[in-house]
């Protein structure tokens, strides 16, 4: 990685965290992370990458008037979640409004299994490099990888089964549909996660992923918003490493990003950063 586009915040404090997750090894440690533009890339070809969601808004898989009323929800809601002076309480209230009128809007206008892979099998959504590098390494050292995101469950796990890293060791946190015997959409599963509710999502609540977690008190938590460190609510760890990865608007947004991360991944670069900490904790 270029050494312009990795940031170490407290580079003592780090190097004590990155010791004990050493120190600790693989049967102590657990990995924490966000999909979109986390595990997948911020942008494509020099484009703007369009999330899980934004890739069933953007094209004309739905009924015809899906895409415009999806759009007019973006263009409502989507200047509030971005908005730092709106207060914590009114944004996630906000935010569940969007997702859950556009969750049963999707429903409404026909979502299928089959809708799913067709999207997934354009593969417009691309994977960060090392990525694939870094799930090979946490499958084949059984070290466990918890996915929270507020994007849609079923295409995350079918993007992973596509290109064959759906691994056993990986368990998702999302928001998981209800189908019929037809494959047909019925209705959303709740909690509802959505993108500033992640301090609320916490892992005791859901036990068969808990069970899997609770000995494993080291964590490396990763993300690419100021919310996703909030995922770790909850969980009492020894040793938590927190990398971000701030894909965009570098100098704007750096300040806030430097309070919640310790190590910042700078212009949407790649994970060896990450695969090179994985390979040293793994000897």
Same mark, same amino acid.
């Given at each position: 990685?270029?050494? &312009? @586009? #990795?940031? /170490?915040?407290?580079?003592?404090?780090?190097?004590?965290? %990155? $010791?004990?997750?050493?120190?600790g090894g693989? &049967? @102590? #440690?657990? /990995?924490?992370?966000?999909?979109?533009?986390?595990?997948? %890339? $911020?942008?494509v070809?020099g484009?703007?990458?369009?999330?899980?969601?934004a890739q069933?808004?953007?094209?004309?898989?739905?009924?015809?008037?899906y895409?415009?009323?999806?759009?007019?929800?973006?263009e409502?809601y989507?200047?509030?979640?971005?908005?730092?002076?709106?207060?914590?309480e009114?944004?996630?209230?906000?935010?569940?409004?969007?997702?859950?009128?556009?969750?049963?809007?999707l429903?409404e206008?026909?979502?299928?299994?089959k809708?799913?892979?067709?999207?997934?099998?354009k593969?417009t959504?691309?994977?960060?490099?090392?990525?694939?590098e870094?799930?090979?390494?946490?499958?084949?050292?059984?070290?466990?990888?918890?996915v929270m995101?507020?994007a849609?469950?079923?295409?995350i796990?079918?993007?992973?089964k596509?290109?064959?890293?759906m691994y056993?060791?990986?368990?998702?946190?999302a928001n998981f549909y209800?189908w019929?015997?037809?494959?047909k959409?019925?209705?959303?599963?709740?909690?509802?996660?959505?993108?500033?509710?992640k301090?609320e999502?916490i892992i005791k609540?859901?036990?068969?992923i808990?069970?899997?977690v609770s000995?494993r008190?080291?964590?490396?938590?990763?993300?690419?918003?100021?919310?996703?460190?909030?995922m770790?609510?909850?969980?009492?760890?020894?040793n938590i490493?927190?990398?971000?990865?701030?894909?965009?608007?570098?100098?704007?947004?750096?300040?806030?990003f430097?309070e919640?991360?310790?190590?910042?991944?700078?212009n949407?670069?790649n994970?060896?950063?990450?695969n090179k900490l994985?390979?040293?904790i793994?000897?």
């Amino acid at each position: 990685m270029n050494s &312009d @586009n #990795l940031l /170490v915040v407290n580079p003592k404090r780090v190097e004590k965290i %990155r $010791a004990n997750l050493i120190y600790g090894g693989k &049967d @102590n #440690l657990h /990995v924490l992370s966000d999909f979109d533009k986390t595990l997948t %890339r $911020a942008f494509v070809d020099g484009q703007k990458a369009h999330t899980v969601i934004a890739q069933v808004r953007q094209g004309n898989y739905l009924t015809s008037d899906y895409s415009s009323r999806a759009h007019q929800l973006f263009e409502k809601y989507h200047p509030i979640e971005i908005d730092r002076k709106i207060s914590p309480e009114e944004k996630k209230k906000k935010m569940h409004e969007w997702w859950k009128i556009h969750f049963e809007l999707l429903v409404e206008c026909g979502l299928d299994k089959k809708t799913i892979s067709e999207i997934v099998s354009k593969r417009t959504l691309k994977f960060r490099e090392g990525c694939f590098e870094f799930l090979d390494l946490l499958y084949k050292n059984k070290i466990p990888l918890v996915v929270m995101s507020a994007a849609m469950g079923d295409m995350i796990s079918e993007y992973l089964k596509q290109e064959n890293k759906m691994y056993s060791n990986i368990k998702l946190i999302a928001n998981f549909y209800d189908w019929d015997k037809k494959g047909k959409a019925v209705k959303v599963r709740e909690p509802i996660i959505h993108s500033v509710n992640k301090d609320e999502l916490i892992i005791k609540d859901f036990p068969e992923i808990f069970k899997v977690v609770s000995k494993r008190k080291n964590v490396i938590l990763l993300g690419d918003s100021l919310e996703d460190p909030d995922m770790i609510t909850g969980f009492d760890s020894d040793n938590i490493l927190k990398i971000g990865f701030l894909n965009e608007n570098v100098s704007e947004n750096l300040p806030y990003f430097k309070e919640k991360y310790d190590v910042l991944i700078l212009n949407d670069g790649n994970m060896d950063y990450v695969n090179k900490l994985m390979g040293e904790i793994i000897k």
